[in-house]
Structure formats: structure tokens, C-alpha cells
């Protein structure tokens, strides 16, 4: 097992890293773009949204972070295309919003909410550049209505190939995470005091047998995900065909909230 190497951007292995908090203070520094030694503390929450009602929807996130200035943090990374939903971003957000106004009842007190999103495949295919942030603005005078929420999407398939002398602390982070092969990781890490804490951690959790185990069994069941989803996609596009659905066949591809509204229509998927 000399060679195993587990990839950060797997979910368990991200997870894993961020429980080191030397590595959470870098990265949100990073993303959030202000000074390591402004976070003062981070703490990981419970990544269950608690349903304060028999009819909310559950939601679970991938890590939930509260630093020492109440601010609420959601990072999460998609490795499938077929699981990049725009919508999704919003009803995380929404719900770690709405839960505080539930649990206090009081508006006043909330905490301010960020989500970071990162993904394995391209949200948008119009622009260029790996990293967006958005914000509530007015469209033409362009001053925020809200800093309460914001928005923060990384596309690792937008990444330069090449690192630079002056690559930004967030283009090395995005690298790191990406990264597949050990010479990566180890000339990454050399350029990043917190992103070296990052690396300790996944060695040793990619010496642990235990997680080894974990990991495997995780990237197994992600395998069968994914070929489940790739059969579910293929009956749909076949029985679209047959019936000569042309244009849904077409929007599908593209609109996957309208791609499973055929699978249920179909009866190829329940839910």
C-alpha cells in the first residue's frame, strides 16, 4: 500500500483534513479572503439540518463550520455532473438560514451564512474563470442588499495546469484539493504553511488502515452511484427516443431539474 493515495477532493477525505484546524483556518482565509490570524477559532457543527417540522426536508452538508465571529459556513464538493443543481446551493443556504429564525424566532440574532461549493465539472460554461463569488445585489446600481448570505463556487476543471510564482492563495488551495499524484500535493504544499497542515493530515489518514478501508469502500459505492445513474440517464434517453421527444431529449441534457421530472414520469426513478 505504498503507493495509496487518498484524493482530497473525495468527500470522507475532505472532511477528514478540515477536522484539522490549522487546515480550516488556511482554507477559509483563502475563500473568504481576509487574514489567518482574523479567525481566531473555527468549530465543526452537526452536518444535519434539524427538521423543526414534520414537513421540512432533511438536508445534510458536507462540512458545516461556525468561526469565532458567528458566521456560518457550508462546504461542500460535487464530484458528479449529474448531481450540479444550482438550486441546490440556494436550499443549503436557505436552510442554514431558516433554521437559525426557527430555533431563535427572532431575525435579529441570525448568523451570517456562507456557501461553498466545490465542483468537479463546469456550473458555468460561459465564463472562465474557477472561482465566482456572488452576493443579493441591485442589478443596476450594483450596491448589496444583504451581506448575510453569500455564494462561493469553484470549478477544479477551469484550474490553470501550470502553478505559478504568483498564484493566488485560492488557486493553490483548489490545486491541492484537485491533486491526484504525490509530487502535486508535495510542491503545493511547500508554497503554503496551512496548506502543508492539510497535507500532514491526509498522510496520515492515508496511513490509517482503517480509513483506507472507509475510503475504498466510499469510492466503491460512489462507483455504483454513478453507473446506476449513468443507466437511469441512458433507459430515459432511449425511451425519449422511442417516442420521438426530440426537444425534451435536448432540454434534458441540459436542465437536470426537467431531467428528472421525465424520470418520474417514466417511472425510472419514485421520489
Not at 443543481?85 to 431575525?107: A, G, V
Not at 475510503?215 to 420521438?244: D, H
Amino acid at each position: 500500500m505504498d503507493n495509496f493515495l487518498m484524493k482530497p477532493k473525495t468527500g470522507f477525505v475532505f472532511k477528514e483534513i478540515m477536522t484539522d484546524e490549522q487546515a480550516r483556518i488556511g482554507f477559509l482565509s483563502a475563500i473568504l479572503k481576509i487574514k489567518p490570524e482574523e479567525i481566531k477559532s473555527t468549530q465543526i457543527l452537526n452536518t444535519y439540518f434539524q427538521e423543526v417540522q414534520e414537513e421540512d426536508k432533511q438536508g445534510i452538508l458536507d462540512v458545516r463550520i461556525l468561526m469565532n465571529n458567528n458566521t456560518e459556513i457550508n462546504v461542500e464538493i460535487q464530484l458528479s455532473e449529474q448531481e450540479v443543481q444550482t438550486d441546490r446551493l440556494l436550499f443549503y443556504i436557505s436552510k442554514m438560514y431558516t433554521e437559525q429564525i426557527k430555533q431563535r424566532q427572532s431575525r435579529g440574532i441570525c448568523k451570517k451564512c456562507v456557501s461553498i461549493s466545490i465542483q468537479d465539472c463546469i456550473l458555468f460554461p460561459k465564463e472562465t474563470e474557477f472561482y465566482s463569488c456572488f452576493h443579493f445585489k441591485e442589478n443596476k446600481r450594483d450596491f448589496i442588499y444583504t451581506d448575510e448570505m453569500e455564494f462561493h463556487v469553484i470549478e477544479l476543471p477551469k484550474l490553470p495546469k501550470e502553478i505559478k510564482e504568483d498564484s493566488s492563495d485560492i488557486e493553490l488551495w483548489a490545486k491541492f484539493i484537485n491533486a491526484e499524484k504525490k509530487a502535486e500535493l508535495e510542491i503545493i504544499s511547500s508554497k503554503n504553511s496551512y496548506i502543508q497542515s492539510a497535507y500532514r493530515k491526509l498522510q496520515m489518514i492515508n496511513q490509517d488502515k482503517e480509513k483506507q478501508l472507509e475510503y475504498e469502500a466510499r469510492i466503491e459505492s460512489e462507483k455504483k452511484g454513478r453507473i446506476e445513474g449513468e443507466n437511469r440517464v441512458n433507459r430515459l434517453n432511449y425511451l425519449l427516443l422511442q417516442n420521438k421527444r426530440y426537444n425534451d431529449l435536448e432540454r434534458s441534457t441540459k436542465d437536470y431539474d426537467f431531467q428528472k421530472q421525465l424520470m418520474r414520469e417514466y417511472g425510472i426513478i419514485d421520489d
